[in-house]
């Protein structure tokens, strides 16, 4: 592996502060999300955004759709929905008296899924392969997915009626999940002051960057320097979950990974070509959180998973680097 040089991650930093305009001219007031959505992008993770109706989860999903100038498909989940819609399925052409495979809505470099817990489970199964080995399997065919392939899915998690849980193991494919909340007063002004009859400002966003950059950026993140007592921190963080007796489900392996993989997005956007301790806890909530379940006892004490790994945080030390 070629690590990342001094001008490259300038270079890179650059680059994620002119995507992260472009987006946020659409999606005002919240910079961090926008960030943690670009991060989760460059690590080339999938990202569920959870939050009630009319926050601008799907707005910043197209937002980031917009911003590259690759193939984006909307997909509105629904119970009626079928896994062959989202994948794709051979039919039959009579002209040639053969089976053609006809592509479904996941061969795009983003693949918007709204309101994906509306979904039977086995639709939402159908995604798992997709999002796991960015390839989809048909009657023993192998169909190899686009690059950057995501899934930025949507839910609210307010209204239950009509919706099918998330099992854990989608969750788990998952690299982020991330709220947006309500916005301050000032940006909501500035929302407002953009629904006055003209063109909105979705429908002038440009795009700023070709999926072939986005792939390369791809390429020169996983290029940033890891230090082993980092990559010992995250595990050290991982099993801190797993022995919580709040949780009944810590962190797998595979947790472990995607924060590896988004710290070093993190620390190529922050124009560095190497991770510290402090990318790893900013990450901590986004990357960890959705991957844990509560105990009884913690859901009847009202705790939450997100005060209890700012607790994990808190008691696990970080490594001391030295410079050089």
């Excluded at 929905?81 to 794709?88: A, C, F, N, Q, R």
């Excluded at 061969?107 to 979904?119: G, P, Q, T």
């Excluded at 002004?189 to 629904?195: D, F, P």
């Amino acid at each position: 592996m070629n690590q990342l040089t001094d001008q490259q991650a300038a270079w890179f930093g650059d680059t994620v502060e002119r995507l992260s305009q472009n987006i946020e001219s659409v999606v005002r007031g919240k910079p961090t999300q926008v960030r943690l959505a670009l991060v989760c992008l460059l690590a080339e993770g999938h990202l569920l955004i959870e939050d009630v109706p009319g926050t601008g989860k799907t707005t910043l999903a197209k937002a980031m759709a917009e911003s590259i100038a690759g193939t984006w498909k909307r997909v509105q989940f629904t119970p009626d929905l079928l896994p062959s819609d989202v994948t794709g399925a051979q039919i039959f052409n009579q002209v040639t008296g053969a089976f053609e495979f006809h592509p479904g809505a996941v061969f795009a470099n983003i693949v918007l899924a709204d309101e994906i817990n509306r979904a039977s489970p086995k639709t939402q199964s159908a995604l798992l392969e997709a999002m796991e080995e960015r390839q989809h399997t048909v009657d023993g065919d192998r169909y190899v997915l686009p690059r950057p392939f995501v899934v930025v899915a949507t839910q609210n998690p307010v209204e239950q009626e009509g919706t099918y849980r998330l099992p854990e193991a989608q969750l788990d494919r998952f690299l982020m999940k991330i709220s947006l909340g309500y916005l301050t007063h000032e940006a909501e002004l500035e929302v407002l002051a953009g629904t006055n009859g003209q063109a909105t400002p979705m429908e002038r966003l440009e795009a700023v960057l070709s999926a072939s950059d986005v792939a390369d950026l791809i390429t020169m993140a996983a290029n940033v320097h890891v230090a082993d007592p980092i990559q010992s921190y995250i595990i050290n963080l991982a099993d801190a979950t797993r022995r919580r007796p709040e949780f009944t489900l810590g962190v797998s392996t595979r947790g472990c990974i995607a924060l590896l993989k988004a710290a070093r997005a993190q620390a190529a956007a922050s124009r560095r070509n190497y991770v510290t301790p402090d990318d790893i806890k900013a990450l901590v909530p986004a990357v960890f959180t959705h991957r844990i379940i509560l105990s009884n006892e913690a859901e009847l004490q009202q705790i939450s998973a997100a005060d209890v790994l700012a607790n994990i945080v808190e008691d696990v030390a970080p490594p001391v680097l030295r410079a050089g």
